[in-house]
């Protein structure tokens, strides 16, 4: 028996299987913005909202994960709960049943026991690095049937520096 893992060479494409995800990023006053049309600033921070619409119940448990760029950084992992949130009463969340704010991506994971036509998360990230990065493609997935998910397109984003 032989087992290998890696990265693939090409990114994968945008796919829907069971679910559509949708990632939008937008300011901290809810204005939307798209970080693959223009170049971001150094300590800049934005809101990810990730909304993912599951055709069928399926499981009922699903896990979000949006793996950051190199140079970003998460601020708060979990939106939906804690001091601050008065400032981004713009959104509407969903509560995740689990939430990790890893060093390399955002990882929310929901259980439903009845159909619901969409499930919200959001984060804050910050851009701390300048340079050039690939922004990789965001997922969901039953975590029961696994056949059932879906993945948003990657690209490439610039951060400038700022200051002298």
């Not at 994960?65 to 708060?76: K, M, R, S, V």
């Not at 939430?99 to 994971?109: C, M």
Request: aromatic share 10%; hydrophobic share 35%; charged share 15%.
């Amino acid at each position: 028996k032989v087992t290998t893992t890696g990265y693939p060479a090409t990114p994968p494409e945008p796919a829907s299987n069971g679910f559509t995800l949708m990632r939008g990023y937008y300011l901290p006053d809810g204005t939307p913005i798209d970080p693959l049309a223009q170049p971001l600033s150094q300590n800049d921070r934005f809101v990810v909202v990730l909304t993912a619409y599951p055709e069928a119940l399926g499981s009922g448990q699903y896990v979000l994960a949006d793996p950051l760029p190199a140079g970003f950084e998460i601020e708060n992992p979990d939106l939906s709960a804690g001091q601050g949130v008065a400032d981004f009463n713009w959104l509407a969340l969903d509560t995740p049943a689990h939430v990790e704010s890893r060093t390399d991506q955002y990882v929310a994971a929901f259980r439903y026991f009845s159909e619901t036509s969409s499930v919200t998360t959001a984060y804050l990230v910050r851009a701390v690095s300048p340079g050039s990065f690939a922004l990789p493609g965001a997922t969901v997935e039953d975590m029961y049937r696994p056949e059932r998910r879906a993945n948003t397109a990657s690209g490439m984003i610039e951060v400038t520096p700022t200051g002298p």
